[in-house]
């Protein structure tokens, strides 16, 4: 898949993580965005990543460092107990111009705050943070 029909408009989202959060959100915004298009999934089990890619038309990835590379959002839809190991692993890519996001409910944006990267955290329950 190539995700050139998941969605629309100039804006490339990524998610790291391919379970329901992730799937949900992206498959969401596919049908109903026209600015944003869905890049893709990375996910630790190859099996998970092509499922999710295959449901939102769009591209299962091999490393997150090719997923960051290609998309100016990158989420992290992990479980929250994983959300700080992917953001120590991606925290040293190319973050310029990209906004990271998390969807935990218990985590707060502190494990952002001793970088310059700008970040949404979303949970339809607690409300929104950010920083741009």
């Not at 790291?16 to 600015?35: D, F, H, P, R, T």
């Not at 490393?63 to 120590?88: G, Q």
């Amino acid at each position: 898949m190539n995700g050139d029909k998941c969605g629309g408009g100039n804006i490339n989202i990524g998610f790291i993580g391919a379970g329901a959060v992730g799937c949900s959100m992206g498959k969401y915004l596919c049908e109903n965005s026209s600015i944003a298009k869905i890049k893709g999934y990375y996910s630790r089990t190859s099996k998970s990543v092509d499922i999710a890619a295959t449901f939102t038309n769009s591209k299962a990835y091999a490393s997150p460092e090719e997923l960051v590379n290609e998309c100016d959002v990158i989420c992290i839809t992990t479980p929250d107990d994983i959300i700080l190991k992917v953001w120590e692993q991606i925290k040293n890519y190319n973050l310029h111009q990209k906004i990271i996001c998390h969807f935990s409910g218990s985590l707060s944006s502190d494990i952002f705050s001793n970088s310059n990267v700008a970040y949404i955290i979303l949970f339809p329950f607690a409300g929104s943070e950010y920083s741009l």
